[in-house]
Each structure stands twice: as structure tokens, then as C-alpha cells.
């Protein structure tokens, strides 16, 4: 493992103190909590509070998304884990006027367990919370018996929405039933090339062959659905194009929004080709993108690979939310 | 016999040094079904814990509160809400009982009720709900350890980041039930307790 | 070599136009060009154009940078390849307002020259062009007698200064004169741990053992100065700074903007590692940028490592044209 | 004995032969002191050449300036000008003179103006500054053009990309002097025109 770090055991606390120190126009540090908020405060005011974060190790999400129009708060766990219910409150607490605070969790059973407790401790101080668990990646099949799907780069569009409809002075419950209504919406679907190396641990997640690249996998190298030689990459937009449209049906009357999101080690030309043939494969359904992205937004530290989200406009204002302007780090 | 500060606190320090010793062989598990970081979550969280009991608190209930509470402020992840919330059962239990196959059993419950697994979704709480009707019993061997922990290994996974894996994660053993079988060894070992 | 394209010969062409189709509202394509130029033709009325490009490989870089406020057009060449004169006129005559149009090389004897090409084919259409050669990376040693230095990330401070000013409707004179008094002022150092791998030779650029870094490659993989044993991020930045430092003469009575780059495959975790112990050795110096940027903007394929950029704003105004708002992909 | 459309023909259908031929030479050989693309670039341009050329121009000048015109349009990098230069600078000279050495010498001069390199710089123009007169002289030989493009080993580079390296670019083969070394032997091998 090569790494540009100190003490693989300081890398979150010191990541955190990078980031709100390169922009601080952007975000602050919450105290005694590894979490940020917005430097802007003001422009927090009378509003409902929108929190996220997770474990950390998918920069710029979720700091980098955190700023007037977009989130108010962001937590940061310990690399690839949940944070703790404490410092998660800490971010509640601190974003909250009175309004109430919403909660965007990745289903993860840690995510979940810990905001859980979060919620709790908010309730005991009378903050109102409302939360919604978002389980964009198809790669896992579904049932109410099991954990369900993970949260993935999808989650950002969930975070865009609900940022600007707060910011646009929407209630708690406004928010509760938009963050309902989009869930269903967003789909999303990844192919690594490699994994990623946490640096606590020193190892990749898992290891493919020179020539392999895996379907699939989550965004903490939980593996996927299939192994096969690399192809080409008009091939890969078939195969997760192909599995998107399974489970949304594609059509040429429904608008849709796209993130071609890098994984963190592959480059933007990769992306840009990718998204070319992606392109090309949905002029096949006569569908082309309302809001289109292309970068390294939900990245697995230096996982090789792309995801593919699609997400229906169901509501013709979620496309005025998507495009309204924000000031963050990475939107 | 009977649980006191003082053999609740060694139970903890050994249960500490486990994890320690089987860091690396936790997040192997890990690795294998899920994200590779388990060795690592409960080392991070026990050390702390340790760290915290090396003040000697007053009462049982008042170890068992400051285990919870370090757990949950330092571990993060699944494993950090399910210990912390079994050891912050046994806190609350401890105000009415001193017996510890009845504080385990409210642990139990707790771990249950906040993860929302049963017996047979390869999580913690298979090797748990072996084991603590077991401990009820007076019947705790090591022998019993290691085959709840070993029986994990060919049930497919329903809660936890190894679901996602489904029928593939039959095979491995799950390693919050493996760090669960240290807690337990870890108890038979302590001298007094049971 | 696994990497997301189909063929090694068309990865140009499929990544301009896959960036083009992705971005509509930023970039639109020449005609008959690698090449962009800005989708708001309204913006360069009547306003000076500033063109850069260079071999591809960097993304963002150029074409990220093409928008309202910044860039008129960018040439695409092949990878690490600097584009043809045919291709760079085409996009000085795609932009020119009539006012002229300035050109931002890179130095490398390619690029230099094809621009130089370009410039002859402008003289003889009559469309007034001047230019900069931007050479920032202080790993090489300098001389009269050589090449001299390479254009690297520094360069994108010349983008937006330029470009700002073209917006502002400062001429082809006052703009070629900013550039000048410009560029001595940005100064630029690396550290690699791994080299890109150009997908038409399918072969890394050089081969670093797993505990080796080297200091002060180029962009495409040019050799550095020094190879040693990886060490902590802290004493990374010591050697850069250190070397920056021996040029510039860090002075607490000046501002200074600062970009943090990652040559492609660096996690932005490790980057914002980089850029907190870069501002505790800055504040060994009293120095706090008065403008910073963190994370992929100049990059080089795959290639992991760092890039710092110091760029001493001589003069006040520079800092109203770094901050000033840009409509663009990447900025 | 002269130029002729066919001869000059053949001539660079030979040269875009010997570069297809060592094509992964002459990007290894750019690997060590450049960025390893030297091959490729060459490739590219002299593949459009021999496309181009597969309709026959009518005059000798019209024969270099397609060539001229494609290398610059198709090259890019620093030998695309630089190639392309020359190309143009002899179908300027063909005007008014058909003597290969004249030609030859004029790509020369125009090489080093583009570029600004001068001999002893490890550049192609060591070798064309060295074969040049040779030609004129009527003495070419493949044991010259070997020579010419072995001693840029041990120069230092003060031009292209190169010249980065300082002292690190001796004991490397320039590859633009390579390149330059096919173009004469090609010269040589093609009957009728020396
Ligand atoms: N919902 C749940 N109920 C009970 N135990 C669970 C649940 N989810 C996960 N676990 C336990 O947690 C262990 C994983 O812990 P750990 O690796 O520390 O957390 P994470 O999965 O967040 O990385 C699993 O092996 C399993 O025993
Ligand atoms: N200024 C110059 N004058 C003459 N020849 C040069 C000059 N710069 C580079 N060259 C030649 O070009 C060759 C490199 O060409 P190539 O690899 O195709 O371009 P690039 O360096 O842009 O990748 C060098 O080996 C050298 O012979
Ligand atoms: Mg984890
Ligand atoms: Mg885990
Ligand atoms: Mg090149
Ligand atoms: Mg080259």
C-alpha cells in the first residue's frame, strides 16, 4: 500500500481538518465531532436542517456536498464505517433551528443502527427528525426478509433535491414526503476494474485479474454480481444500461437524470468515452438525459470502476431542484 | 460467586485482549463477506474501553454504562450499535439483577431489537442465543463456543453487509459472531463469574 | 492494461465527444476539430478568446475549462500528443470576435511549435493572435540554452486570470501584458507514486517499486528529480515546499493562491492529508493562501501523485479574477 | 539518374515501412528519455501518408506537399512540425531545383528553424546536420546513417522532451534521430535517386 498519509489511524481527523481548511468559505468544523457544516450559517436560518454521512472514503461525498442549496451537515466516520451516534447527533444538534433536522442514510445495517440511535438521542432534546434510508444499487437482489440494497452514488441526488427544496424553505414533512416519493426513483448500477485499499487494513477488498473486472460491487468493495474478461466499453454500457432498464423500464416519455460517477481511480477520459457510448445506448430507447453528470462524485478511495445512476423526474420540479444553484465544494 | 467490579472488569480485559490478538483474523472474516474493517472496529473500541476502566468506576451498573457508552462513541460501523446496546442492556438490568445469565439475556434482546436479526441470519446474534440460554443453564464450555461460532459458517447471511452477498456468503464463518465467541471465552476464562 | 475504452486509436474522438455530449450547456464541439468551444456564443461577443489545449490525458484539463469567464475554445490533441495546426487554427478561427485571440501553450516543444504553426495560418487570414508559453514546473532546471521548463498544472491559474480579463473586455494588448507580468509568479513541483499508463502503448510511463516515490515528474511521465522510499504526507510537503520555497521566497507580507492537484488516481482523502500539513508548514511561513483549490484538475491519466502550485498574486486584482464566477465543467 | 514522382514514391513508402516496422522501437526508445509515443506519432502520420499517396500527385512538389500537409495534420507532438516542416521546405526548393542534397538541405535549414535546436543538441538535426552534406558529397552509406544516429547516444539533450532529464538523457538513442536514420536508409535503398 502506497499512500500520500500520515498515521493510517489519523487519516479521517486529518482529512476533515484538510477540507475545512482549503474551504472555508464552504464549510466548518463542528467541534468535538468529526463532522462539518455550513460556513454560511445564515443561510441555515428558519430552514429545516439536511444531514447526511457515513463512513468516510467516498470524497467529496459527503462534505464536499455540504453548503447552501445542498446539505447542512455532513458526517464523517472512520474510513468505510458508520459513524457513531454521538457525533452524528452533534451534527443534528448544531443545524437545527427549530425546524426540525432530515436525515439521508445509506442503507447500511451500521448507517441505519447509528443514525438510529442518533434520532434517538435528538428526540430525548425535543429536535424533530425524520429520516429516509436510500437503497439505490440494483446489484443486490431485494426482499423485506434481508438488509435489502446498499446507498450508493445515487444518494446524491437525493441530497440535491431535498438540499433545495430546504433551501426553499420546505417542512419537515414536505421533505419527508419528497424524500418518499424520490426514493423509489433512483436506480444505480456499478463495474470495478480494481478495488479499493483501505489504509487501516493495507489490503484491497478483493483483487481481480489483470484482464477481469467485476459487476456489481458496492462502494466499500462488497462484491458483486459477476466476474468476466474486460470489454470494451460500449460492452459495459450494455450489460448496466441492460440491468437498469430491467428494473425501471425505460421510456422514451419520462425524463431522466444521469451520473456516470468515477469510482476514484479511473480517469475522466474513461468516463467521457463511457458516457459516450451511454449516449448512444439510450438513443436506442429514444431517451436523452434532462440533467447529465460526469466525474468523481461518489468515489471508494482508489477503486477503479464507474457506477451508473438513472433517476426518473417523476415530478417536473424535481428537475428546477436538480438544476438549482448551490455553493458547495463538488457539485 | 457473583459478578463484582473487579472480575467484571477482568472479564472485559481479556475479552480486550482477544480482539486484540485476533484483530487481523476478525477482518479477514470480514473480508471475506463483508468490508474487511471487524478486527479493526471492536480493537479500536475495546481499547478505549480498557483505557476507560483503568479509573475504577463505583458500581457494575456504572462499568457497564461506561462500556456502552465507549463502544458506541468508538466503534461506528454495525458492530459499534449492537455491542454498545448489549452492554448498555446490561446496565439497565444491573440496577434489578446481578445474575449474569439474566443480564445476557437482556442483552440479547437488545441486540435483537436494534438490529433486527433472528437465529439463522448468520449475524452475532446466532452465537448469542446459543449461547446465553446455555450460560442460564450453568452449562457454558468451550467446546459449546466454538461450535456456535463454527455453526455461523454455512448459513446465508440476511442482515449485514454480507446479505448483499447472498448464497455466497454461506461458507465463511461471520465475524461479529466470532468476536461474540471471544466475549463468551473470554467470560468462562474469568474466574467467579458464572 | 484494463481500462474503460474501446479503441486504443479512438479514445480522443470518443472522449471529446462524450464530454461534449454530456455537457451541452457548457461546450459544443468544432466542426471538423478535437477541439471545443464554448456553448454560450454570446458570452465571447465582441470579447478577446483565449484558446489553450495540449496532448489529452489531463482532464479536465482543457476542455473543463472552456465557459463563460474562462476559456473560448480548447484543442484536444492525441494523448500526450500536442494537437496539429490545422486543429489549433481551426479553434483560433471558431472564437475570434475580432478582436484577436490569445493563445495559452504549454511548453513543450510540440506544443510550441503546432501553435506556433497555427499562429502563421492565423497572420495569413489576418486574425491577430498573440500568446504565452507557460512553463511552472520547477523540477527542471533552467537555462537559456535548453528547453527550458514544462507547462504543467500552474497553467490553469493563466486560464482563469486570462479569462477573466477577456470576459471583462480588456484587449488583445492588456491581455498578452497580464500574461506576461503572470508568469513568473506560478511555480509548480510533483511527487508520483505510480506513472500513467497511455492506452495506445498500453505500458505505464515508468515503474516505481511499492515503497517508491519520485519527485518532480512531468505530466507525462517525464522523469523527476529524485526517487527515494515513500515517506509520511508531512515530509512530502516539506520536500515541495522546501523546493517552492528556494524559488519564490515565501514572504508573509504577500498573498498567495495555492491549487492542490491530483494527477488522476490519487483519492481526494489523500489530498486534503496534503493540504493539511501544506497549511501548517505554510503557517511555519506566517503564509495563508489567500485562495486555494483542491483536488483532479490537471491530470495525468492514471498516474497517482500530487501536484502544488504556488502562485504569488503580484497584483490585486489577480485575486477578483481567481474568484471571479465561471460557467464551466470543471473550475 | 533524379528524382521522380515514382522514385520519391517509393522512397517514403519505404520509410513508412521501416516505421511500421519499428514502430514499438521507436516509443521504447522514447520511453527512456521521452514519453514514449515517438512510434505511434510516426505511425499515425506516415500511415496517412501512404493513403494519401496512393493517388499519385502529379509533380514532385506536389508529392511533398501532400506529405508536408499530412504529417503536420495527422503528427502532432514534436516531430509532427518538425517532419512536416521539412517536407514543405522541399517542395518549396522543388520549384526551382530537382538535386536531392539541395532539397534535403533546405528541409535541414527549415528543421532547425521550426525547432531552434542546433547540432550537439540530441536531436534529429545531429543526424540530418551530419547525413546532409554526405548526400551532397554522393557518399551516403548505411554504415554513415548508423554512426550518425548511434552518437546521439552520448549527448546530452538541450531541446524536446528530452532535455528534462539533464545529464540522465546520455547513453539513450535519441528517437527523432532514429526516425531521421530510416528516412536515409529508405533514401539509400530506393533506387535512382541518389
Ligand atoms: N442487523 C444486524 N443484527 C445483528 N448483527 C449484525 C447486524 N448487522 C451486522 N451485524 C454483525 O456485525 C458484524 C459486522 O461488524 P463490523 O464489520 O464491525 O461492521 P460493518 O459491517 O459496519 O463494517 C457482522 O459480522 C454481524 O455479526
Ligand atoms: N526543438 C527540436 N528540434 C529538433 N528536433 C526536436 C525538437 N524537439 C524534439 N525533437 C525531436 O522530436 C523527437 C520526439 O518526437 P515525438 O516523440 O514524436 O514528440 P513529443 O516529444 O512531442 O512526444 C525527439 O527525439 C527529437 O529528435
Ligand atoms: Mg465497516
Ligand atoms: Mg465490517
Ligand atoms: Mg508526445
Ligand atoms: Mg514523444
Known amino acids: 500500500m502506497k499512500k500520500i498519509i500520515n498515521d493510517p489511524a489519523n487519516v479521517v481527523p486529518e482529512m476533515v481538518k484538510g477540507m475545512v481548511r482549503s474551504y472555508p468559505q ?22 429545516v436542517g439536511i444531514v ?25 466516520g472512520e474510513v468505510f464505517t458508520s459513524p457513531t451516534p454521538d457525533q452524528i447527533y452533534a451534527a443534528i444538534k448544531a443545524v437545527d433551528q427549530g425546524q426540525g433536522v432530515f436525515l439521508v442514510i445509506k442503507n447500511y445495517s451500521g448507517d441505519v443502527m447509528n443514525f438510529d440511535m442518533a434520532k434517538d438521542m435528538a428526540d430525548m432534546d425535543n429536535i424533530k427528525v425524520k429520516s429516509i434510508v436510500v437503497d439505490d ?92 474478461k474486460i470489454k470494451p466499453a460500449k460492452d459495459l454500457v450494455s450489460e448496466l444500461v441492460g440491468k437498469l432498464n430491467d428494473e425501471m423500464h425505460l421510456d422514451h416519455n419520462k425524463k431522466y437524470a444521469v451520473l456516470v460517477n468515477g ?20 438513443a436506442e430507447f429514444d431517451v436523452k438525459p434532462a440533467f447529465m453528470k460526469v466525474g468523481n462524485y461518489m468515489t471508494s478511495l482508489d477503486m477503479a470502476g464507474i457506477s451508473l445512476t438513472f433517476f426518473e423526474i417523476a415530478d417536473e420540479k424535481w428537475l428546477g431542484y436538480l438544476n438549482q444553484p448551490v455553493e458547495t465544494i463538488a457539485w | 460467586m457473583g459478578l463484582t467490579v ?27 463477506i463483508g468490508d474487511g474493517d471487524h478486527g479493526f472496529n471492536m480493537s479500536r473500541g475495546m481499547k478505549a474501553v480498557s483505557q476507560k476502566l483503568s479509573t475504577k468506576p463505583e458500581t457494575i451498573t456504572d462499568v457497564f454504562k461506561q462500556i456502552a457508552m465507549t ?8 458492530s459499534g450499535p449492537l455491542y454498545g446496546t448489549a452492554f448498555l442492556e446490561m446496565a439497565k438490568k444491573s440496577a434489578t439483577s446481578d445474575d449474569i445469565g439474566e443480564l445476557l439475556e437482556a442483552a440479547l ?46 448459513l446465508v447471511a440476511k442482515k449485514g453487509r454480507a446479505s448483499y452477498l447472498g448464497e455466497r456468503s454461506k461458507g465463511h464463518i461471520d465475524p461479529g459472531s466470532q468476536s461474540s465467541g471471544y466475549l463468551f471465552e ?3 476464562e474469568t474466574e467467579g463469574i458464572l
Chains 1, 3 share one sequence.
Open chain 1, 26 to 47: 464552504f464549510i466548518t468544523k463542528i467541534e468535538d465531532a468529526e463532522a462539518v457544516m455550513r460556513a454560511d450559517k445564515e443561510s441555515m436560518t428558519g430552514k
Open chain 1, 52 to 76: 447526511s454521512g457515513g463512513g468516510s472514503g467516498h470524497e467529496p461525498t459527503h462534505a464536499g456536498f455540504v453548503g447552501k442549496g445542498m446539505l447542512s451537515a455532513a458526517v464523517c
Open chain 1, 137 to 228: 444499487d440494483i446489484a443486490v437482489e431485494n426482499s423485506t426478509f434481508t438488509q435489502g440494497r446498499r446507498g450508493v452514488a445515487g444518494t446524491l441526488f437525493m441530497h440535491k433535491i431535498l438540499g433545495a427544496m430546504a433551501q426553499n424553505g420546505a417542512s419537515l414533512d414536505e421533505i419527508d414526503a419528497a424524500a418518499k416519493k424520490v426514493l423509489p426513483n433512483i436506480k444505480t448500477i456499478a463495474v470495478a476494474l480494481s478495488a479499493a485499499t483501505n489504509p487501516e487494513t493495507g489490503k484491497p477488498g478483493f483483487v481481480l485479474k489483470d484482464d477481469e473486472i467485476e459487476y456489481g460491487v458496492g462502494i466499500h468493495s462488497e462484491p458483486g454480481y459477476r466476474r468476466e
Open chain 1, 263 to 282: 469510482m476514484g481511480a479511473t480517469p475522466l477520459m474513461e468516463q467521457y468515452i463511457f458516457s459516450n457510448d451511454l449516449l448512444d445506448k439510450l
Open chain 2, 6 to 32: 473487579n472480575n467484571l472488569i477482568d472479564w472485559i480485559n481479556n475479552f480486550s485482549a482477544k480482539i486484540e490478538q485476533n484483530k487481523q483474523y476478525l477482518s479477514d472474516l470480514d473480508t471475506a
Open chain 2, 71 to 78: 463502544l458506541i462513541s468508538t466503534v461506528g460501523g454495525a
Open chain 2, 109 to 154: 434482546t437488545g441486540i435483537k431489537k436494534r438490529g433486527g436479526a433472528e437465529p439463522g441470519d448468520k449475524t452475532m446474534v446466532d452465537v448469542w442465543s446459543v449461547l446465553v440460554p446455555e450460560i442460564k443453564a450453568h452449562n457454558l464450555t468451550r467446546e459449546k463456543i466454538d461450535s456456535a461460532v463454527a455453526a455461523t459458517k454455512d
Open chain 2, 186 to 188: 473470554a467470560l468462562l
